[in-house]
């Protein structure tokens, strides 16, 4: 059993503290400010004061009723943090008070103070602010588990990623050309082109103009790797896009994951469809994850190699206009809370 182990820290902490409630399903209005006592940290936790927070699409699909936090986690929305850890629940684990982290949650993000699980805290590269580093968890795990991970994407070859322009969009495009990778991108303006290609996409398809499929195919004959979070009618094109023994990841659908599609091709190309959400998986695998991060993309993120991209920064009483921009699609990169000073 868990058991809370109190100790020491910067400064005396309040017993409670303004957060961010869904007060029921619906649109983003139905997010409200509200006070809530102090969490407290169980064993292998740590508590944080957050200064800054990350928006994610998972975040909208809870507050709309359709992403329920898993079994003890908080029912606050936010699924990533930055700030400093103010007490811990285990004083013999890896993590002292005043150390400065960014960590991934299960839920609780959106909060003056949350609770994070020691392993799946990482320190805050010194390139950047706490802000900054609330960009990092969510995305950087997502990509690293699914293009690195599952699907495997090795330096020379091709990765096509939908949605090149958002938070998973961005990273997804630096962390692949960073490790070698040819990056190609589909995006929804011309904006958008250029950032995607700026950061290191090889051709950003705007696809109200261009064919991803032929373009993809003509480009470079087909993609090893395909990151999708747009479902639908593109799960078929995906697989007439994929080069032969391709990996085709699926993290979310937007358009829709009830269609109707051939299977043919996947058997003559030897396809891989597969997909992952990130929440519900075993601390244990999370850590994991977080290892790699830190072998693997830390020191990139700390020779300025990679960066967050981080498209506007709104306080915490104001995630209700957090969600209206997100959903608005219009956002290049992430979209960052701002909860206290660094």
Known sequence: MSVSVPTSTLKPLPE????????????????????????TPGASEVLIRV????????????????????EGASDLPGLEVAGE??????????????????????????????????????????????????????????????????????AGEVLLVHG???GIGTTAIQLAK???????????????????????????FNYHHHDFVEGIKTTCKGANVILDMVGGDYVQRNIRAAAFQGRIVSIAFLR???????????????????????????VADKARIANGLRKQIWPL??????????????????AAKAHQLMESNTHIGKIILRVSDE
């Open 164 to 166: 090149g322009a958002s």
């Open 178 to 204: 960073a490790l070698g990778a040819r990056v190609f991108t589909t995006v929804g303006n011309d904006e958008k082109v250029r950032v995607c290609e700026k950061l290191g996409a090889e051709k950003a």
């Open 16 to 39: 409670t503290m303004q957060c961010i409630e869904i007060t029921e399903a619906g649109g983003p209005e139905v997010l409200s400010l509200a006070t809530r006592a102090l969490p």
């Open 85 to 154: 850890i103010v007490a811990l629940g285990n004083k013999d684990g890896p993590w002292q008070v005043g150390d400065r982290v960014c960590a991934l949650l299960s839920g609780g993000g959106y909060a003056e103070y949350a609770v994070a699980h020691q392993d799946l805290c990482l320190p805050i590269p010194d390139p950047l602010s706490a802000t900054e580093a609330a960009a990092l968890p969510e995305t950087f795990f997502t990509v690293w588990h699914n293009v690195f991970e599952r699907a495997r994407l090795k």
């Open 256 to 282: 829709g994951s009830k269609i109707k599609i051939d299977l043919m091709p996947v058997m003559l190309k030897q396809l891989v469809l597969t997909g992952s959400t990130l929440r519900s998986q075993p």
């Open 51 to 70: 200064i800054a927070a990350g928006i994610n699409r998972p975040d909208v699909f809870q507050r709309q009723g359709g992403y329920p936090p898993p």
């Open 301 to 318: 993120l700390a020779k300025g190699q990679v960066k967050p991209q981080i498209h506007t920064v709104l306080p915490l009483a104001d």
